[in-house]
């Protein structure tokens, strides 16, 4: 049996790889609508052999849709999730407007995929891009010994921020290289060649948004209320892949070489820890176009009796966003 699918925000970063990773995973796919907004109606995409036209979700009627997959934005989602849920459709929703509420799940697909079960307003949420990494490898060491504390820094690429940031990194790039000036746009200062310690809007404690997503959904996701959460959020200049320096406190100790066994069985994690030269993964070497959360440097901590160190490197738009919505979308239907 096959079912009717839409696409909301299909000609953004994350929406070309929702069409990516529906195809390689031959999503059982009946109808197929691909939606953006009126700017880029009428444009056409490719989904495997077929060419489908965007058609401009403004006008889009979503009866028959049984699963809509949305990332365009905030504001696009809070408008027009619950409309195509009224229409029967699941929505697994990619923005943050609906990750706090109660009776919306937010679900890591290893992680809590038993929290999608309620739903009782037909929307699902899917985590932002780096807690989304850090749950699938914290997870597993969470269930084992409890984590009391996480201390995390990241360095976050550019295509989180959608695809005028891509294009932003590079025309930067390119100016530079020639000796020309660049005027930041999309970022608040120059991206290429610097690091940014800002992701999101500034709050009232002094964090950025980006920031406070990582204690908010951490909590959730885990269901644990009790757990601490430090975050730097940075952005640097790199397209695709968002990297992690993990600093966790666990409630009872665990060695780096148990932690190590406890990963590399690990659903949706890829243990890459040899101590040598280039033994440890990267956003480049690794991540970038691949499904797994990439965990080395694994380490106890010296400053600390019951302290872990990890690096956790994943593709932001894969992970991150297309790929837990489309495996979101595969429990969806064999509940059915
Ligand atoms: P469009 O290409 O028509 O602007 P990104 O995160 O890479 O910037 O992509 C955002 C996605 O969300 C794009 O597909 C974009 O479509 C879509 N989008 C943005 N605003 C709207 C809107 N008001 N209605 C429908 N789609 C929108």
Known sequence: KTVNVAVVGATGAVGETMLKVLAERQFPIG??????????????????????????????????????????G?????????RFAAAGAVV?????VFRGDADVPLVVSEVNPEALKHRPRGIVANPNCSTMQLMVALAPIHRAVGIERINIATYQSVSGTGRRALEELGRQTAALLNFQEVQPEVYPVQI????????GDFLENG???EEMKLVWETRKILGDDSILVNA??????VFYGHSEAVHIETREKITAAQARALLEKAPGVEVVDEHVNGGYPTPVTHASG????????IREDISHPRGLDLWVVSDNIRKGAALNA???????IAER
Do not use: M
Request: hydrophobic share 40%; no cysteine.
């Open 31 to 72: 109808k197929l609508h691909l939606l953006a907004s009126e700017r880029s109606a009428g444009e056409k995409l490719e989904y495997g052999a077929r060419t489908i036209v965007v058609e401009d979700l403004a006008t889009f009627d979503p009866t028959g849709i049984d699963i809509a997959l949305f990332s365009a």
């Open 74 to 82: 905030g504001s696009v989602s809070k408008e027009y999730a619950p």
């Open 207 to 209: 964090y950025t948004s």
């Open 192 to 199: 290429a060649f610097n690091v940014i310690p800002q992701g």
């Open 92 to 96: 697994i929703d990619n923005s943050s």
């Open 326 to 332: 489309v495996q979101l979308a595969e429990l969806v």
């Open 290 to 297: 691949r499904d797994p959360a990439y965990v080395g440097r």
């Open 232 to 237: 730097t959020v940075v952005r640097v200049p």
